[in-house]
């Protein structure tokens, strides 16, 4: 079954940073694009970044550009979030999502209908 599993979350001080990590199973890695969505309590799950199947492109949220850096490593299947300059507004949980690109060289899309797979999430909570 195909699996995304998400770790490196947790308590951290205003300021601090944050590395998390999604580990892929069972898909062909190299043909989804890969994104990353927070959700905090009473709002809707929103997209924080994207980055394409080659690792050439990324794609952010107003809100986490120039502190969030998003990566993959296509051998290890697996994608990262490095998250620099925390604020206590990005307390959520965050999860990783796979999105089918196959060939297609278009951005990865934020609407996190048109994600195919996702991970159970990771909590991360960020004190003032």
């Known amino acids: 079954q195909v699996q995304l599993v998400e770790s490196g979350g947790g308590l951290v001080q205003a300021g601090g940073s944050l590395r998390l990590s999604c580990a892929a199973s069972?898909?062909?890695?190299?043909?989804?694009?890969m994104g990353w969505f927070r959700q905090a309590p009473g709002t809707e799950r929103e997209f924080v970044a994207a980055?394409?199947?080659?690792?050439?492109?990324?794609y952010y949220a107003d809100s986490v550009k120039g502190r969030f850096t998003i990566s993959r490593h296509n051998v290890k299947n697996t994608v990262y979030l490095q998250m620099n300059s925390l604020k206590p507004e990005d307390t959520a949980i965050y999860s990783c999502a796979a999105h089918w690109m196959g060939a297609s060289s278009r951005a990865p899309p934020r609407n996190p209908v048109e994600y195919n797979y996702w991970g159970q999430g990771t909590q991360v909570t960020v004190s003032s």
């Open positions: 069972d898909l062909s890695f190299s043909l989804y694009a």
């Open positions: 980055i394409n199947y080659s690792g050439g492109s990324t």
